[in-house]
């Protein structure tokens, strides 16, 4: 059952044509992988699924409804939760401060005051303790490496316990011990029946993750497919594994 539609979808800046019409349907509780060369809109798209840009052209269709505009707060009434590429959080935080704002969906001091905070914390430990970040749960987020960043953020995605994950290069910069743990949490996320589009560099990780594959290049659709099928496909090879 296709959950997420984009149709005709467009975003240009200036000249740059970062999303040109883009047409493409997501399966419910699949693993999609996006996959492109730099620069050939993949976050992008996801900054229109997600509010955070407004859309030129084009519709989104979550769960039957189509929608012209998303306001970046309307996106989790949806059901979806993102990553970013780039890490985003509360720096002077704890660990798990970062974790119980997203739970109790409020803003910061609210969360910090949260009344239920019991139930809440359990909650927070048990999606902290998924990730392998526990013993880190009293720091503050920027005292941790890069890498525990990274899982810190997916934690925050897991914690929105949204039925739509779109998660932009979970795995960069990580090291194999910490790519292994984000793997097995997104299969997990999926035997769950959550949805998750998946942009990915790794060609090795999207064979092993992903149902179907998307491959964009200059904001438009190359290629999609099985992932066996699609990585072997002249054009994509071509554009993307620059071969
Ligand atoms: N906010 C912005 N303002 C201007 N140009 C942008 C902006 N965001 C992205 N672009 C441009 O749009 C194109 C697609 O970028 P992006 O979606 O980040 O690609 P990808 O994630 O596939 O690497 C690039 O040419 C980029 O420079
Ligand atoms: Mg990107």
Known sequence: MV????K?????????????????????????????????GKTTRINLLSGMLPIDNGTVNISGVEL????????????????????????????????????????IFSSLFEKRKKYHLKKAREVLEKIGLSEKR??????????????LEVARVLAADSDILLLDEPFAGLFPEMRKIVSGIIKKL??????????????????????????????KLLAE????KVL????????????
């Open 225 to 228: 497919g099985e992932p066996n």
């Open 8 to 40: 005709n979808l467009t975003k240009h800046f200036g000249g740059v044509k970062a999303v040109d019409d883009f047409s493409v349907k997501i399966e419910q509780s699949k693993i999609t992988g996006i996959i492109g060369p730099n620069g050939s």
């Open 138 to 151: 009293n720091q503050l987020a920027a005292n941790l490496s890069y890498g525990q960043r990274k899982l």
């Open 232 to 243: 072997e496909n002249e054009k994509v090879v071509k554009a993307y594994l620059g071969k």
């Open 68 to 107: 012209r505009k998303i306001k970046p707060y309307e996106a989790y009434f949806y059901g979806m939760a993102r990553l970013f590429q780039t890490i985003r959080l509360f720096e002077q935080m704890t660990v798990e401060d970062n974790i119980l704002v997203i739970l109790t969906k409020r803003n």
């Open 3 to 6: 959950i997420l539609e984009t």
């Open 190 to 219: 999926k035997q769950e029946g959550k949805t998750i589009v998946l942009i990915e560099h790794n060609i090795d990780l999207i064979r092993e993750l992903c149902d179907y594959v998307i491959v964009m290049d200059s904001g």
